[in-house]
């Protein structure tokens, strides 16, 4: 089992930056990925970025490309979600992920935070 608590989530203006954390409790190990997925209101939920926990490796989104910067501090055992450059429509609820693999799939992921309210104001 993994725990996963998110936090960090906020108003902020366009252009603005937040960042979010995701501490992670439980079996973790090395070969574990975790993920940032997004749900806005009436829309369904999608992939932003992930990191696989060892090695560091990261995928994005290509609407967060450039903008966003996932990482990882082991020794704290928590993921990061750097947003810069916010935009309106990155409004949507955050919610962090853990599964075994570095896909876009949510339904590849096995466990999930309970999520952060992001809301970008124009």
């Known amino acids: 089992q993994v725990q996963l608590v998110e936090s960090g989530g906020g108003l902020v203006q366009a252009g603005g930056s937040l960042r979010l954390s995701c501490s992670a409790s439980?079996?973790?190990?090395?070969?574990?990925?975790m993920a940032w997925f997004r749900q806005a209101p009436g829309k369904e939920r999608e992939f932003v970025a992930a990191?696989?926990?060892?090695?560091?490796?990261?995928g994005y989104a290509d609407s967060v490309k450039g903008r966003f910067t996932i990482s990882r501090d082991n020794a704290k055992n928590t993921v990061y979600l750097q947003m810069n450059t916010l935009k309106p429509e990155d409004t949507a609820v955050y919610y962090c992920?853990?599964?075994?693999?570095?896909?876009?799939?949510?339904?590849?992921?096995?466990?999930w935070g309970q999520g952060t309210q992001v809301t970008v104001s124009s």
């Open positions: 439980g079996r973790t190990f090395s070969s574990i990925v």
């Open positions: 990191i696989r926990w060892g090695s560091g490796f990261t």
């Open positions: 992920a853990a599964g075994p693999r570095l896909v876009s799939t949510e339904d590849k992921y096995d466990y």
